[in-house]
């Protein structure tokens, strides 16, 4: 009788991961200004590499079962291995620090990088599989976070490159994380009440929807570098001929002009999603609210804007984290943020200060992206019941 995978994805994953054994598990440098080299895991701690096949042996006999047991074993499985490879990562740093020199610096290496994906990949996959409700997805997915994040606040990540580069950065880190949000909430502000107007106002007045969009679309087109670069020009004219606008914070560079930037960039999909919320209303409620006396108002506040907030929240999402990424850019032109961490490590070839710019950004976009998946779960939930 022929053996039948019941979960391909999680044999794909576990191939993918026997093939990943092959690279650096760490990056070991003897200090800050040298190059590093990558060591594989059994040259860190001297054991054999056969070792690692055990856990993926698992996962591959794990994927061959079928059943909830099973999704319920590969999911903790899984979860573990995840735990594991974060809390292994800081004890090589430590253990190569102890061995070689204090001054030693370990970075992840991409091997382990990709096992972190992967392990990742293969419990969206299986929480997927075990519950169609998205409250619960989600509340399943955060939990894969409690254990790693309790060693990375024990300190048990401290040895790692990238803590020691927060270490001696940390002023300077917390500048950048306050300029970023300042940036975003700066953004989502004047955009959400500019894209709701422009969404409603397209939905009420629709033979305005093709110049409305097509301007838009134009806006949307234009990359950031150049858009930051074409505002720079207009806004030190204009503080050239009032020189009482620089008092209110306005120049040719800095926070200005990105912030019009990336509220410009923002209002296409705010709108679109407003235009797209208020359109699948159903005609068979907006009458049945006339037929029960309520007036324009009351039928958009009572009516249609609760009906329509699932998706306009779906465009505030995709807002939201796009506006995470594309600060970084806004560094270029004096914004600050996590950019000018990314620039900075680019011009002085530091790989530990770009990621010290880069990782907070994709746990922003994350956490963001995770906590309006929430709002949405908990609509979805309450519509439901």
């Known amino acids: 009788m022929p053996i039948r995978c019941h979960n391909r994805v999680l044999l794909l994953l576990a191939l993918i991961a026997v093939v990943a054994g092959a690279l650096p598990f760490v990056n070991f440098a003897p200090n800050r200004l040298m190059s590093g ?26 994927s061959l079962a079928r059943g909830r047991w099973a999704l319920v ?21 430590s253990h190569l620090a102890s061995s070689e020199s204090p001054l030693a610096r370990t970075g992840v290496g991409s091997g382990l990088w990709l096992w972190l994906a992967l392990c990742l990949l293969a419990c969206s996959d299986v929480i997927r599989r075990l ?15 409690i254990l790693p994040l309790l060693i990375l606040f024990h300190g048990e990540l401290n040895a790692l490159s990238l ?5 001696n950065r940390q002023d300077v880190f ?11 909430l ?13 969404g409603i106002f397209c939905y009420r007045q629709p033979r305005y929807q093709g110049p409305v969009f097509a301007v838009l679309n134009v806006i949307q087109t234009i990359p950031s570098v150049a858009l930051f670069g074409l505002l720079i020009a207009p806004l030190a004219g204009l503080t050239h001929a009032w020189p009482w606008l620089s008092s209110l914070g306005i120049a040719g560079t800095g926070m200005t002009p990105a912030l019009i930037a990336l509220v410009l960039y923002a209002l296409l999909p705010l709108a679109r999603g407003v235009l797209a919320g208020l359109s699948q209303v159903p005609a068979e409620v907006l009458e049945s609210a006339d037929a029960m ?53 680019l011009l002085s070839s530091a790989l530990d200060l770009v990621l010290l710019g880069v990782i907070p950004t994709i746990a922003l976009a994350v956490v963001i992206d995770a906590l309006f998946a929430l709002w949405i779960a908990l609509l979805k939930r309450s519509s439901d019941d």
């Open 174 to 184: 917390n500048d950048a994380l306050s300029q970023h949000l300042i940036l975003l």
């Open 163 to 167: 803590l020691k580069e927060y270490a």
């Open 186 to 198: 700066g953004t989502l502000c004047p955009a959400l009440l500019i894209g709701v107007f422009l």
């Open 73 to 93: 074993a590969t999911l903790v499985v899984c979860q573990l291995l995840f735990t594991l490879l974060v809390w292994s990562a800081g004890l090589a740093a």
């Open 131 to 145: 519950s169609p409700q998205p409250l619960w997805r989600w509340l399943l997915q955060a939990q894969i976070w």
């Open 293 to 345: 006396g309520m007036n324009t108002r009351q039928r958009f506040w009572q009516i249609q804007l609760p009906l329509a907030l699932p998706v306009l929240l779906r465009g505030l999402r995709v807002v939201a984290v796009q506006t995470v990424g594309m600060a970084v850019i806004a560094a270029l032109i004096g914004a600050g943020g996590f950019g000018a961490l990314v620039f900075q490590g």
């Open 37 to 62: 080299e990558g060591r594989a895991a059994w040259q860190v701690w001297s054991f054999s590499p056969a070792l690692l096949l055990m856990p993926l042996c698992l996962l591959l006999g794990l």
